[in-house]
């Protein structure tokens, strides 16, 4: 599967944050994460490991209870039911990958839509 780059296909799912799906396979899947400054991620855990890197801005990640400063270029890694929550300090842009596939996250159109 290749995605290019677009401005299309965002969804908001939380005040001042949008999500696009940017490419997926049998066993991983990979979203861009946009965060308006102030935006929080609640607290909450699921059955997915997730693995991210931030692209820009600042926010403040907490991972079953520690907290952590992240900055352009941090990565982290969220083992399933971990608990975890975010704050954006800034206008911040992450990338983050879900294995297994997050089924709810899947685009509207097919695989082999998007792969043709």
Known sequence: MFNKLSGEGYISNLKDTEQKTLVYGDKTLMVEFKFKKGSVLPK????????????????????????YDVHPGDSWCILDGLQHSAEAIED???????????EDYLPQKTYEEMTK
């Open 44 to 67: 909450h855990s699921h059955p997915y490991e997730q693995t991210g890197y931030l692209i820009s801005g600042h926010m403040i990640l907490s991972i079953d209870g520690k907290t």
């Open 92 to 102: 911040t842009i992450a990338v983050e990958v879900f294995a297994p596939v997050r």
